[in-house]
């Protein structure tokens, strides 16, 4: 079964870092992309970035400069690191797992859809 | 940035209707788009992918179709449990990008 859990601080002062853990289970870390998106109440939901089967990572710009991504595969895990936090930053922050999708309409093309997330870390950042 | 204009913002029907919520998108994205709903305190699930292909699971009566760079979302017979908010999602190109939402309630 296929399962997903973010865990994080909950309460973040401004200009400090957040950091947000994903447990999984049910599948390897080896095999999937790993995505980060988060819910504010300013801009909805937003993609951040995302980790490779392989490792590598990719970030929308917008968070490009304070956001890293990794994980530790022994633990089945993915991290989110966010530094300078704002007010702004405050909602709930999901990690998805990414699976491929294949689609032949005359040539081949392989891209990715997130189906399956977990329930999300609240974050508030406030002092 | 690719925009996703979403449309309607929100939408009261009857169980049993059939309704439509669609997505513009600002340049091509091929067939690269997925459509979530998202329940109050949940975390968004997955409808449809690759434009108009079903997620596991997902009951026929949701269904995706493509229209050029316009992409629509229909729910058949409208059940009590399909209220919650539906959002559509471009995988076309970095950064991806997500609709606004459509709120669906039921009378």
């Known amino acids: 079964q296929v399962q997903l859990k973010e865990t994080g601080p909950g309460l973040v002062q401004p200009t400090q870092t957040l950091s947000i853990t994903c447990t999984v289970s049910?599948?390897?870390?080896?095999?999937?992309?790993m995505q980060w998106v988060r819910q504010t109440p300013g801009k909805g939901l937003e993609w951040m970035g995302f980790?490779?089967?392989?490792?590598?990572?990719e970030y929308n710009s917008e968070f490009k400069s304070r956001l890293s991504i990794s994980r530790d595969t022994s633990k089945n895990q993915v991290f989110l690191k966010m530094n300078s936090l704002k007010t702004e930053d405050t909602g709930v922050y999901y990690c998805?797992?990414?699976?491929?999708?294949?689609?032949?309409?005359?040539?081949?093309?392989?891209?990715?859809?997130?189906?399956?997330w977990g329930q999300g870390a609240s974050v508030t950042v406030s002092s | 940035d690719i925009q996703m204009t979403q449309s309607p913002a929100s939408l009261s029907a009857s169980p049993e209707e059939i309704v439509t919520i669609t997505c513009q998108a600002s340049?091509?994205?091929?067939?690269?788009l997925a459509w979530y709903q998202q329940k109050p305190g949940k975390s968004p699930q997955l409808l449809i992918y690759?434009?108009?292909s079903l997620a596991d699971g997902i009951p026929s009566r949701f269904s995706g179709s493509r229209s050029g760079t316009q992409y629509s979302l229909k729910i058949s017979r409208l059940q009590v449990e399909d209220t919650g908010i539906y959002y559509c999602?471009?995988?076309?190109?970095?950064?991806?990008?997500f609709g606004g939402g459509t709120k669906l309630e039921l009378k």
């Open positions: 999602l471009q995988r076309y190109s970095n950064p991806w990008t």
């Open positions: 980790i490779r089967s392989g490792g590598s990572t």
């Open positions: 049910g599948f390897s870390l080896t095999s999937y992309y």
């Open positions: 340049q091509d994205i091929g067939n690269w």
């Open positions: 998805a797992r990414d699976r491929p999708i294949y689609y032949y309409d005359g040539y081949y093309h392989v891209g990715y859809v997130m189906d399956a």
């Open positions: 690759s434009a108009t």
